[in-house]
């Protein structure tokens, strides 16, 4: 069969492809199916000044340790059981980087805006509180209708990219991301210019049923480009696949606290390819192994 439409790329190729300043959106959520083979490819990169939209887990601290993030737009960093991401914490509270930290609502209404290619969506969400104080470029709207209600009107959180996560692709850009959790995934994808998933397996095509058609949550239009990376989400979760990697997350956390950390983090753990970094993990199989999380 001759092959007239190909997306697949490597982790490097995507990061070539990638700008010094920038807004990359992170899909996921904390723990849980972030792009973390994508997150190291732009870790072993010379990639700098870049404003990162996530919801926010070890991706964040990563990258703020790395020195690669400029701005962050944010609603929480956390590693669920390690509560605030160590290095973020850090990098918080030494004010490393332009911080715009927004109720998780609003960050789900800036990227929506975005989603649906309008400048802003109304909302109640904020007001009252100092949101609009501590974001002096946010707006209030008036209802033309007979109610008169004035709304915060929650601005276009446009993405240069958008970096996902996926547990199946196919070679046009279908995706399927399977287990509970897919939650934002969808608005990254729409609300970016350019949109890269990693997935465990790439194949040739997927063939969607009413069973599976379901856990296809963005249309193959909205992606760029897809990675096969085995294991891509480790140390977070990636149902039905695996678990996180509690005992990696500690040691990643533990390195926070030590002299020089993070650039044995960056030496010994993240490395020069994403193999030695599987083999250092334990393996394919040893990952796979990893039990989800029940809450």
Not at 18 to 30: F, N, Q, S, V, Y
Not at 152 to 163: E, G, R, Y
């Amino acid at each position: 069969m001759t092959t007239t439409f190909d997306k697949r790329l490597t982790a490097e190729a995507m990061v070539a492809s990638l700008a010094d300043g920038m807004t990359i959106g992170i899909g996921g959520w904390g723990p849980r199916r972030k792009p973390m083979a994508l997150v190291r490819a732009i870790l072993r990169s010379g990639l700098k000044d870049l404003t990162v939209v996530a919801y926010g887990g070890p991706e964040v601290g990563m990258l703020l340790a790395a020195g690669k993030i400029k701005t962050l737009i944010y609603g929480f960093v956390s590693m669920d059981v390690i509560p605030a991401d160590p290095f973020f914490r850090h990098a918080r509270q030494t004010g490393a980087f332009e911080a715009r930290e927004l109720d998780e609502g609003l960050l789900q209404w800036g990227l929506r805006a975005a989603a649906m290619r309008v400048p802003f969506l109304p909302t109640r969400t904020g007001l009252g509180s100092d949101v609009l104080t501590a974001n002096p470029d946010f707006r209030t709207v008036t209802s033309p209708y007979d109610d008169g209600e004035v709304l915060l009107a929650m601005p276009a959180i446009k993405l240069d990219v958008a970096l996902l996560h996926a547990t199946k692709a196919d070679r046009l850009g279908n995706t399927l991301t399977m287990g509970p959790d897919p939650f934002f995934d969808d608005l990254f994808a729409r609300a970016a210019t350019r949109t890269f998933v990693s997935a465990d397996e790439v194949v040739e095509r997927l063939d969607l049923d009413a069973a599976t058609a379901k856990d296809n949550f963005y249309e193959r239009c909205f992606v760029t480009g897809v990675v096969e990376t085995t294991c891509g989400a480790h140390p977070t979760t990636n149902p039905p696949r695996h678990g996180w990697d509690f005992k990696a997350m500690k040691a990643y956390a533990a390195a926070a606290g030590e002299e020089g950390g993070w650039n044995a983090y960056r030496r010994d753990v993240i490395g020069t390819d994403e193999a030695d970094y599987i083999d250092r993990m334990g393996g394919v199989a040893t990952i796979n192994a990893l039990p989800l999380p029940i809450f």
